[in-house]
């Protein structure tokens, strides 16, 4: 049975790996010239930069992928446990370093506020046990009944989904400092820590319980090691070929058509953009209005740059958070009232600090972001007048001159996102994880309108994230497997 896959991004990679292992025939069908979707690479003059992701968290999604194949991460790549993990600035020279072991990050915590390394252990406690329920259970479900979320652990923690983490940090914690640590890691989840869901404190124990890691020579390893296994179990995988429509004959999916080319198929399956993939269909067969996905929350875009410096930055460590800022100020303006941020907050990364691959000897490569509401205007004048307010205030936090120090920069922001990505209103994260766009509240894994046709990624379940799409391309993979069998005995593991 042949399997058309749009996408090569880590959820289209998941379900290959899983629909060959169970016989199926399947190719993969990506738009642009390399593989990885979001999680590509610039390579230039030396330099290494994952376009993408370039944080490594809960390893253990990554070990359970690959133990599905009788593989372990480091037959394909090696990881580094980063110390320190990050650090978060909040004012020149005035910064918190969280380090690589709970028990250090607890000092951290007593040293800021006394009495906190006690509340911290509580709350990482209940993190602890919403991970276990969440992560090695929960959102291994297709979200397709609200009965998915009703078991015997979740009925105790009932009252976690009514409530949200802002209101649950702040309950415990008055250092607005070590507030705003507790509240960075629900970023990943693509919504303000006020619209998100208390029982996703789960993502605080991924930060302090789990640590932070890095694949040497970058996340692109991780797209590397799937593509290796994929086409060791016979996925084709064919570049530069973007889908122009994908084929519907009386309600079933039959194929599709690329630069021209019909190609058949008994099932298809899109793992590019959601929103996008509909408009490969006739109107009629679409199940998402354009209303529809205009009401929903969606996780932030960015702005990206990639730079060369000539020397080392000092002061600063691989992972390096901005928040000399106010944080609810951007938040609106990303959430509430649609704009550019006047003062954003930033990230930084210099995965040179960890990984000699990723800059020649005695220089830097730094990837800055600023979190952005989708849809807004983007140019190269606000491109480069956010640089230059990023830098101006890098330079001052960090007591050092860079800017003269660039060899070269590229940027990625929203256009970007749009042409290279199909991006609804060029969002980098896809749809947020709010209490309303949870589980089954998700768009679908499997189309309501036409037969065969199926998606993965970061807009359907489980949701945004490195981990949530292999996650995302397991259920559906096992959704196709249960739907179209080929034998009794083939399943998925």
């Known amino acids: 049975m042949k399997v058309s896959i749009i996408g090569s991004g880590f959820s289209s990679l998941a379900a290959s790996c899983y629909l060959a292992k169970a016989g199926y025939d399947v190719t993969i069908f990506e738009k642009n010239k390399t593989i990885g979707g979001r999680a ?115 009925a105790k923690k009932v009252n976690q989904f009514f409530s949200n983490i802002k209101r649950d940090v702040r309950k415990e914690f008055k250092n607005e400092r070590l507030v705003q640590i507790l509240e960075f890691p629900v970023l990943f989840l693509g919504a ?15 930060d302090f319980g789990l640590g932070t890691f890095h694949p040497k020579k970058g996340m692109y390893q991780v797209i590397l090691a ?47 953009d959601y ?39 000092k002061n600063v460590n691989h992972h390096t958070l901005f928040f000399d800022v106010d944080f609810d100020v951007h938040a609106e303006a990303i959430y509430d009232n649609p704009k550019w941020p006047e003062n954003p907050l930033f990230y930084a990364s210099f995965p040179s600090k960890t990984d000699t691959n990723s800059a020649p000897e005695g220089q830097e490569a730094g990837i800055f972001l600023i979190p ?5 205007e983007d140019s190269s004048e606000l491109r480069e007048l956010y640089f230059e307010k990023i830098m101006t205030r890098f330079e001052t936090l960090t007591s050092q001159n860079i800017k003269k120090h660039v060899i070269f920069k590229e940027s990625f922001c929203i256009n970007d996102f749009i042409k290279d990505y199909n991006s609804y209103k060029g969002n980098a994260y ?56 080929l034998k009794p005995s083939l399943s998925i593991a």
């Open 275 to 313: 929103h996008h993939t509909e408009t490969l269909l006739e109107k009629t067969y679409r199940q998402y209005s354009e209303n529809y996905w205009n009401k929903k929350t969606f996780a932030p875009s960015s702005l990206l740059f990639y730079v060369g410096f000539d020397k080392k930055i």
């Open 40 to 154: 590509r690479q610039l390579i230039k003059n030396g330099f290494t930069f994952d376009i993408g992701p370039t944080w490594y968290w809960m390893p253990d999604v990554f070990e359970r992928f690959f133990s599905d194949f009788n593989k372990v991460p480091s037959d394909y790549y090696t990881l580094e446990k980063l110390n320190p993990a990050y650090s978060v600035y909040f004012g020149k020279d005035d910064y918190i370093t969280i380090e690589d072991t709970l028990e250090k990050i607890l000092a951290a915590f007593e040293k800021e506020e006394k009495g906190s390394s006690t509340k911290l252990k509580k709350f990482i406690a209940t993190a602890k046990s919403n991970y276990d329920i969440a992560i090695k259970d929960l959102v291994y479900n297709p979200g397709v009944s609200p009965l998915e979320l009703i078991t015997f652990q979740t």
């Open 430 to 485: 896809g749809m947020a994880n709010t209490l309303t766009q949870t589980a089954f509240l998700r768009p679908k894994l499997k189309s309501k309108k036409v037969k065969n046709l199926f998606f993965t990624g970061q807009l359907t379940v489980p949701g945004p994230g490195v981990p949530p799409s292999l996650i995302s391309g397991k259920l559906v993979a096992e959704l196709i497997s249960k739907h179209h069998k």
């Open 192 to 206: 303000k820590p006020s619209d998100t869901p208390s029982f996703y404190s789960f993502m605080n124990y991924a």
């Open 372 to 376: 952005l509401a989708p849809g807004i």
């Open 226 to 272: 799937m593509e290796s296994l994929a086409k060791n179990l016979g996925v084709t995988i064919i570049t530069d070929s973007p889908i122009d429509t994908i084929i519907v004959e009386n309600g079933q999916a039959k194929g599709v058509i690329s630069k021209g080319k019909t190609i058949s198929s008994d099932i298809v399956l899109s793992g590019a």
